[in-house]
């Protein structure tokens, strides 16, 4: 991977920095956020402002631009994949390292006195925004926002902002309609007293309309906004999308049942003048949800004494724990994944040893059988595929120039999902289909137990998820290791494969408490830098649990996997094992074998049965 | 247990509150922290005003009072003895209720418009003050700072703020005099451009000077703030306690080494006008730290622009990583503390049968056991001494109408510890005199394996101890069991027993991360309500390790047990044990044996050396 040249492109920024077109005074620094205005995580090609000036395109990092530095800010899963991508004229700030500074104490330590840094007001959040530029006012500068995205102003063929076609979901894939979800939205809001609820998370619209779309690569979303009153919705979209007879009709547009849920429709442009219409005829009483991450230009809208910033919204609690149909779904979307896997795995073992299967193609392979199962929409994210030291790169993605050849005396780490209309998979395996050595064997073991942990973890409703992150770690710790990523996330349904507001890690503290029907990833890792990288992960449903006792009433809970692929035996050292751990896996493979394994054999699918019943052979 | 009876004080209280002597105009809420100046968790009786008009003495709660309603917040420790301190002018509100309001919103919902909130802003913390004056503010009332302490208005005989002796420790119980201290204090101060540090805390200025005092019961500091500049050190106390030639000397107030190492003493009450004088001498760029939970009339004193508010100070953070006098100091005082609990349990062995000692005589004797041990000061905490149901009232202290006779019937608890001149100790043991029942010895095992995990557990550099504190519920969950507090606190070095700013407990997030030296306790326990509570505590401190392996050279932590008493094997149901939790126990217990069977030895304590050997034959 080489990385990109931005020597000229800096020059011209640096000079957009200097015109007052865009600004009475010239700015001393400029921030440019990985995000888009939704607080996505993956976003539109048009929105890598980011990538487009440093050439890293990790998922997260923030580059800030000044007369005489460039420099960006990323986490542990990056810093290899942002050292090769960026060129000499950036600095990369490892986070969550003692000697990197933070974003403010850089600033402060390099700026002139009273600098003005800019940022685009629509890109930053609004809790983000306070916290620069309080630091940046406490040390005498200040923070600026700049109306004209000044990396849109020297980005000549800035791709199209995406506008594809909806699609509408059904009863049987939703379980709710958008009407009872507008009507639940309403109750928490009276119970409250909210008076306005500005929706501008795009997975959260989606959820809430019971649409889909195909803005964003991997994540079935489309761009919009939504502000619902006690009274009126309104949808902020590019209108064209809604001449669809369809979808005019899955919305009501021109029939409504009610007309407390007739939708008003509004292009995705006008949610700015819209909402300070709305906020305009105020009564002083009125109170305005929205959430503490969505951007600081829309949040600056509502007057602070009318503003209810939320960490998490309704919208995104109610997403969070699944329904019965979603469940449903989600079981279905991944016994279709364990075929298609399973089938890749016995290819694989076929194929290997003719020396012609690359990461590239591997990851390929099993896109292909994927989209051979019914409902396939697409990838959840891009297939990690890789082989020996790729595989310590935490967020590695194959490209032509680091491609390696699958053999039999490497690992390999393949991390994968996909999108079907009734449910969202995210899986990973780590296998070896020569030899593994002994320390290869000892490390998958120790990441095994700590899945093990996490996922016949017991604890009592009412736990949050972060507090059983150390169960994954600790086989590790006990001999030193371990791992720079959280251990989980919570998974969409048919949505992104990412989403608030629980999971499993250490770095978070104000993640809501885990409840039955809510859906996390558990995958712990091991990562040996330069030599190879390993984890496993499951996508596992929170579910109740009947332990011996009922403390205070208070109900337990443990989780459920979806996600029913082996886990190579090979890899494993069983002697370190405990017999409860061996019992799990014992288990887990039994189901994976009669649940996928019908499946499979409906499929007609030999091989990969033949392979998943040789993989799931018991344990002792 | 009586409650008190409040209702005339309230009386009063609420014509103070209507009282213009004391403000322009009336207030319509009061609020009466528990703490007191120096944000200290243990007070003096002249400090304890919420006590003094609800009933309710434990060591964390809030009380507000109305003109219409008078309501108190604490803890789950406590819900049950408050229940039966305040009277029915009082309504209990017990934290951590999903249906608890936050003192905040019932203050909302219960005020007329436009109130005025009152509150002493001595003894509220700055960030408190912040946090519900914005509140406040948001909802349309204010919050209003008045001098005049209305408890104390209405507080007849109101004790003296005491003045008791002060002692100077030297090198061989210190292990750094205090002019080092402060020359490490300014380093940092100067690696972070500060200016000031004015110190609020008494136990940091108890260790700052290496001295010590006894103005709060349990905790061997004195009323004190210390501001230190980079060529001053101010120092206000009551001024008639430096009038000992010895303790000047100490001080070197009379001939100091070093200009820039001067004392400069003023009384305690002069520390506002001092601060405001320097506050006004200050140049634009100085900066003045203090603590973030400081008084709130302290920190306005220093100007925004000035002010730069820390979580923890560096003294806070010095004091917790104990130097190698400390931690020897600590050793030894844990051994002739094991010695007093030793002849404690062999005394009680043979009383019990008689039917003569109850909770009481049982806590008396245990501290004129621990008085015969060298350097004994005094307590640490009183003495929790519990029989059966009492046990299961988290923070209880046994009172003459609550006192049980301890019988072989019964599971006993007892949570005790001492200051001795080299340290201070806090140890749990939950004892039965008969035959503990199978449901008494299932628990206790659980909380026993929540004590192991957690003292066994090894973890790398930089990790925090909250995200240690599953480790000591897991064996708990899994029967569907908890308990509602922390696992671990600092301990101070004749110090306080709870000092900051590291734990083990899914309450904080914001604790520092574990170092080598510092000493936290381990103390899991079960509490079935109305039968027995269970709790197995430890000091522990904080050493390197060498595992395995050693992950990106981060090296590894675990802890050592300073802590040296047999835990009770009868109460184990030694079949729900691993080997390696056996092997534990049976380490702990040589070690025990060893070491304070040495000491039981040498004092010629015969009966306690044999209860020792006895206790701890190996289980298996």
Redesign the interface.
């Known amino acids: 991977m080489s990385p990109k040249i931005t020597g000229e492109l800096l020059r011209q920024l640096r000079q957009a920095m200097r015109n007052c077109k865009y600004f009475s005074e010239p700015i001393q620094a400029y921030i440019v956020p990985s995000g888009d205005a939704h607080q996505s995580e993956y976003i539109a090609p048009c929105d890598c402002r980011r990538e487009f000036i440093c050439g890293f395109n990790g998922s997260a990092g923030t580059a800030i631009v000044t007369e005489q530095h460039a420099a960006m800010w990323t986490d542990g899963r990056y810093f290899l994949q942002a050292s090769q991508q960026m060129d000499n004229n950036w600095t990369l700030m490892k986070m969550g390292l003692k000697e990197t500074p933070s974003q403010e104490d850089w600033l402060i330590s390099i700026l002139p006195e009273n600098s003005k840094v800019g940022v685009d007001p629509w890109i930053i959040a609004a809790d983000q925004w306070k916290n620069m530029s309080k630091a940046l006012t406490?040390a005498g500068h200040s923070l600026v926002a700049v109306q004209d995205n000044l990396i849109d102003a020297v980005w000549m063929e800035r791709p199209e902002r995406p506008s594809t076609q909806l699609r509408a979901l059904g009863l049987d894939y939703t379980g709710m309609t958008w009407q009872d979800k507008i009507t639940v939205l309403r109750a928490k809001m009276t119970e409250r007293k909210i008076t306005w609820f500005v929706a501008t998370a795009l997975d959260e619209i989606a959820w809430l309309f019971n649409l889909r779309g195909a803005d964003i690569e991997y994540n079935p979303v489309f761009f919009a906004y939504a502000i619902v009153g006690m009274n009126t919705i309104r949808l902020f979209v590019d209108l064209k999308r809604l001449y669809d007879p369809a979808l005019r009709n899955h919305l009501q547009l021109d029939s409504p049942s009610k007309p407390e849920l007739s939708i008003h429709t509004f292009p995705y442009e006008s949610v700015y003048t819209e909402l300070q219409a709305i906020c305009a005829a105020l009564s002083p009483k009125d109170k305005v949800w929205i959430c503490d991450k969505a951007s600081c230009a829309l949040t600056q809208v509502i007057p602070k004494?009318h503003r209810t910033p939320i960490p998490y919204t309704p919208l995104c609690l109610a997403k969070a724990v699944k329904n019965a149909t979603e469940i449903q779904g989600m079981k279905m979307a991944h016994i279709k994944d364990a075929v298609a896997l399973c089938e890749l795995f016995a290819w694989l073992e076929k194929e290997i040893p003719k020396g012609t299967v690359t990461e590239i193609s591997a990851a390929d392979k099993a896109e292909e059988l994927r989209s051979q199962q019914r409902d396939f929409v697409g990838l959840s994210f891009p297939t990690i595929s890789s082989v020996g030291p790729n595989g310590a790169i935490i967020h590695y993605r194959p490209l032509p120039e680091t491609n390696r050849t699958l053999s039999m005396n490497e690992v390999y780490l393949i991390d994968s999902g996909a999108q079907y209309v009734d449910g969202t998979t995210d899986v990973t395996r780590t296998v070896h289909f020569g030899t593994p050595s002994a320390f290869e064997k000892e490390c998958f073991t120790y990441v095994l137990k700590g899945h093990i942990a996490v996922s016949a973890?017991?604890?009592?409703n009412g736990t949050?998820g972060h507090?059983?992150?150390?169960?994954a770690?600790?086989a590790l710790?006990?001999?030193?290791?371990?791992y720079l990523h959280g251990t989980g996330h919570g998974v969409g349904c048919f949505l992104n494969v990412h989403e608030g507001p629980c999971g499993i890690s250490?770095k978070t503290?104000a993640d809501e408490p885990l409840e039955a029907g809510m859906i996390v990833s558990d995958e712990p890792g091991y990562y040996e830098d330069g030599s190879f990288g390993i984890r496993i992960e499951n996508v596992v449903l929170v579910i109740p649990t009947?332990?011996?006792?009922?403390?205070r009433n208070?109900g337990?809970l443990t989780f459920e996997p979806l996600t029913l692929v082996p886990i190579q035996v090979k890899m494993m050292n069983t002697e370190l094992l405990t017999q409860k751990e061996r019992d799990w896996v014992n288990e887990y493979h039994r189901k994976c074998r009669e649940v996928v394994g019908a499946e499979l054999e409906r499929q007609g699918r030999k091989d990969a049965l033949e392979w998943l019943i040789r993989e799931t052979q018991p344990i002792v």
Not at 457 to 460: I, L, N, Q, T
Not at 467 to 471: E, I, P, T
Not at 546 to 551: E, L, S
């Open positions: 406490g004494a973890a017991v604890f009592p949050k507090l059983l992150d150390s169960f770690r600790a710790w006990d001999s030193g290791l371990d250490y503290f009947k332990p011996k006792y009922n403390y208070r337990s």
